[in-house]
């Protein structure tokens, strides 16, 4: 069965990673174009000096800006990322983290997002990492 609504698409996908399961993500926001993974800390997910391990980082960046592209898709489609770069530009350090994904430029076969990390501590977000991810929109 196919979901007509984007969003609750997205949803519904989100719900089948076993990844995000395995790492104790949830979805947050989820608007056309953006969407946000929050994932609290846990020390096994960090590397030897305590902050959050960065391919944990990339792993919920990634997610979050396919989600976002995802978004945009027809039903029966579906998204796959073919190439991403990140900056890290800070220990990610927190509570908790918050990855964004935000669509720049949706195409018809590749959409480009930009996406970032950020660490939460007490009450203050700190920008650990910003990238660009290339979607690609596939059939089912």
Do not use: W
């Amino acid at each position: 069965m196919q979901l007509a609504d984007p969003l609750e698409r997205v949803r519904a996908s989100f719900e089948r990673q076993g990844i995000m399961r395995l790492l104790g993500a949830e979805l947050g926001l989820v608007e056309p174009g953006r969407v946000e993974i929050t994932l609290p800390y846990r020390a096994d997910l960090c590397q030897q000096n305590g902050y959050l391990h960065a391919g944990i980082s990339t792993t919920i960046a990634d997610t979050a800006g396919g989600y976002a592209a995802y978004s945009l898709f027809e039903p029966g489609q579906d998204v796959l990322t073919s190439e991403f770069k990140m900056n890290f530009l800070a220990p990610a350090r927190g509570e908790r983290y918050t990855a964004t994904g935000r669509v720049v430029k949706p195409g018809r076969r590749l959409s480009i997002c930009q996406v970032e990390v950020h660490a939460h501590a007490q009450d203050q977000a700190t920008l650990c990492v910003i990238g660009l991810l290339t979607a690609v929109r596939v059939e089912r």
